[in-house]
């Protein structure tokens, strides 16, 4: 039988929470609970991103919202520390960005010029 969080405090605001912090085995499933919905959370991003079906069989295209999907993963303990660690830092000099930004605005003014537009806005 699964016990509810308004059944094991008695339907009180804040009873699972009262329950946590006296029932250790009950804070040990919460906990457990919690890190299962956040694994089926990533495992669903997951398949959503590969187009692939979940272990349910359902279409990857389901009813998942990918903005408070990402939410609640950011609110898993340790997200933050986690994301920090493992994020890859990459700055590219000034120098190198600009080069890059000019070579993609020439190519994109090309394009425009072999279209028959003038790259200053066109025909007034």
């Known amino acids: ?3 509810t969080i308004g059944g094991a405090g008695g339907n009180e605001r804040g009873g699972g929470l009262a329950l946590r912090r006296r029932d250790a085995g009950f804070a040990a499933a919460w906990r457990a609970a919690l890190e299962s919905g956040y694994d089926r959370i990533e495992a669903a991003l997951i398949c959503r991103a590969l187009g692939e079906a979940g272990d349910d069989g359902a279409a ?7 903005n408070v999907a990402m939410l609640l ?21 000034r120098d190198a960005a600009e080069a890059a930004l000019l070579a993609k605005l020439k190519l994109f003014e090309k394009r425009l010029a072999a279209r028959g537009q003038a790259a200053g806005g066109g025909a007034a």
């Open 1 to 3: 039988m699964r016990r």
């Open 60 to 66: 990857a295209t389901g009813a998942i919202d990918v």
């Open 73 to 93: 993963l950011g609110r898993r303990p340790g997200a933050a520390a986690e994301a920090a660690k493992t994020a890859v830092r990459f700055r590219a000099p």
